[in-house]
C-alpha cells in the first residue's frame, strides 16, 4: 500500500529505563504524565521528527516494493501471465491486512502489553511467556489450518476472483504457493506484536525490507525455469525471512525475565481486548480491502493485460498518499490521549490540522502523478517485456486513478478519529460499504465503454463516497471536526492542485518533445515536478492554505541524530511514541 503503504503500535516494556507504557494507538490508555507534553513547540518537533523516521522507513519498504513491481514488469510484462499471478497476489495482500497489520496487531498489543504490567508488578511465574504459550500453538494451527484451506480452495478461489481469466491453472498454481503466507505472514504478525509491546520497533520495521528482498531474488534466479510462478514462490520465501527477520529479538526478549522495580501500576497497565473493537476495525478495514476484489473481477472480463495496467499504476498513484497519511499515524496518539482527557477542542485542532497538511501532500503529488504520468511509468517499468504499449496504457489509468488520492487520504485520516478513543464504532465500516457499493456500481456501468480506466474512475468515485460520509458523519460519533472549516481546508489546495497539474503538464510536454530518448524523458519529468512544485506551493501561499505554512515551520528543526523519544515532566525516564499505528487501510500497499 496499495496501495498502500501506518500500522499498530507497541506499549512499553517495564523497567526504570523504559519508564510508563508507550501509547498505543488506539487500544491502550496513555499515561497521564505524558498530556502535557502533547502539546507546544518540543512536542511539535517531536512529532515532526517522528514523521519523518515513520516516513523513511516506510518509503525505504515503497522502494524496495517499487523495485519489485519493476522486476516483474521487466521478466514478465503486463500480459496475461503477470494478470494470473496478480489475481493470486490477492491473498498476500489480505492475509498482510489482518494478520500483520489492523486485525491481529489490535488484538495481540493490548494482551502483550498487559502481560508486561503484570510480570512489572511481581506477579508469579512469566506472564509473558505464559500468554505465548497459551496463544502460539493455537494461532499455529488456526494458521495452518487456513493457509491449507486456501490451497485446497484455490481453483474455486480465483474462478470467483476472476472469472473471465484466460489462464486459471496458472492463477490456481500461483495462488496455492502463494497460501503459504497465511501461515508465514500470521507468524510473522505474532512475533511484530510481541515486539512493538516491548517496545522494540527495529525488527518489526525490517519485516517488508526482507520480504520484496526474498521475492525480487527469487523472481530473478527462477524466473527463467518458472516463469511468473517463480514470483508467487518469492512470496513464500519473503514470508519466511519476514519471521526470521524478528525471531531472533523476539526469542532474547522471552529469555530476558525483568528483575527491576516495577514501574508500572494498576491502573497505567493496557486494557483487555475489546472485542468489538477489534471486530469494527476488522470489517472496515475488510471492506475497503474488497474494492480490489471489486477491480480485478471487473478487469478479469478486459483484454490481457487489463488487471497488470491497474495494478502499476494503483502502486504509483499511492506513494503520495502514503507518505501524506504519515502525520496522521504519528499524531494518532496523540489524539486518543487528547480524548482520553476530554479535550475534544485539542483533539479537534489536531485532526483538522493533520487533514489540512495530508490533503497538501497528496494534492501535490497527485498533481505531479497527472501532470507526468507517461514520463514516471518510462521511467519505471518500459523496458524489457513491458512495452511502449503497456506505458501509454498504464500513465492513462494512472492519471484517473489519482483523481481519488484526496479521498482516499481523507479516509485515512478521518478513520483514525473515529477509533481514537478506544471505541468501537460501526459507522466507519457503515460508510465504506456504502462507497464499495458506489465502486461496484460505478465500476460495472463504465467498464463497459471506458475499460480499466472506467475501473479507476469507480474507485475514484466509491472512496470520494466514503471520505464524504466520514467528514459528514463526525461529531457524537467521532471527534467533532468543523465540517465547513475542513471543507474550506481542502477546497484551496485543490485549486492549486488543478492550476499546478496544468502548468506542470504543459512543461513536462514540451520537453518531451524534443526526443524519446530516456534522458530525455528523465529531463522532462524533472521540469514537470518542478513545475507543479513551484505553482502548488505560491498559489497555496497566495490563498493561504492552512497545512502549509506550519509544515514548513515543523521541519524546519528537524534533527536526524536526535531520538524520536519525549521526556516526561515528572521523573527522569522517557516515553517512546511508537512508530506504527492504524494500516492506512487502504486496498493495497505500496510496500507489500
Known sequence: MTTTSPRAAGAARPGPEAGPPAVDAGTARPPAETAPAADGRSSGRFLARAALVTAVLSVAGSVLGLARDQALARLFGAGGETDAFLVAWTVPEFAATLLIEDGLAFALVPMFSLAL????????????????????????????????????????????????LPDHALAVDCTRLTATCVVSFGLA?????????????????????????????????????WGVRSAAAGVAVGGVLMVAAQLPSLLRRLRHREGERPTVTADEAARPLALALFTTVLLFALCRQSQVLIER???????????????????????????????????????????????????RDRVERDVALAACLVLFGAATVVACAPQIVHLLFQRGAFTAADTAATAGVMRVYALGLLGQTVVGALARSYFSAGRASWYPFGAMAVGVLATA???????????????????????????ALLLAGTGPRSV????????????????AAAVATGAGALAADRVADAGAAVSRTALSLAVGAAAVGGVFVVLCLALGVRGLRP????????RLPHPVTQRHPHGRSRSRFPF?????????????
Open 117 to 164: 504490567a503484570r510480570r512489572a508488578r511481581g506477579v508469579a511465574g512469566d506472564p509473558v511467556r505464559a500468554l505465548v504459550a497459551s496463544t502460539l500453538p493455537r494461532l499455529a494451527l488456526a494458521f495452518t489450518a487456513a493457509g491449507a484451506l486456501v490451497a485446497v480452495a484455490a481453483p474455486a478461489l480465483v474462478r470467483a476472483l476472476a472469472p473471465g
Open 189 to 225: 504478525g505474532y512475533c511484530s506484536a510481541a515486539l512493538r509491546a516491548h517496545r522494540r520497533f527495529l525488527a518489526p520495521a525490517a519485516i517488508y525490507v526482507a520480504y520484496n528482498t526474498g521475492i525480487i531474488t527469487v523472481m530473478f534466479v527462477l524466473g527463467g525455469r
Open 297 to 347: 473481477f471487473l478487469a478479469s472480463g478486459l483484454p490481457s493485460g487489463a488487471i497488470s495496467h491497474l495494478n502499476y499504476a494503483q502502486k504509483v498513484a499511492q506513494i503520495p498518499m502514503t507518505l501524506s497519511l504519515m502525520l496522521c499515524t504519528v499524531t494518532f496518539p496523540v489524539v486518543a490521549r487528547a480524548l482520553a482527557d476530554g479535550d475534544t477542542v485539542r483533539a
Open 441 to 467: 456500481v460505478v465500476g460495472g456501468s463504465a467498464v463497459g465503454p471506458w475499460g480499466v480506466r472506467g475501473i479507476a474512475a469507480a474507485n475514484a468515485a466509491g472512496i470520494t463516497v466514503t471520505a
Open 480 to 495: 467533532p471536526v468543523r465540517v465547513r472549516r475542513v471543507l474550506g481546508d481542502l477546497g484551496r489546495p485543490v485549486l
Open 551 to 558: 509544515a514548513l515551520r515543523a521541519v524546519r528543526p528537524v
Open 580 to 592: 506504527r499505528g492504524f494500516r492506512d487501510v487502504r486496498g493495497s500497499r505500496t510496500d507489500r
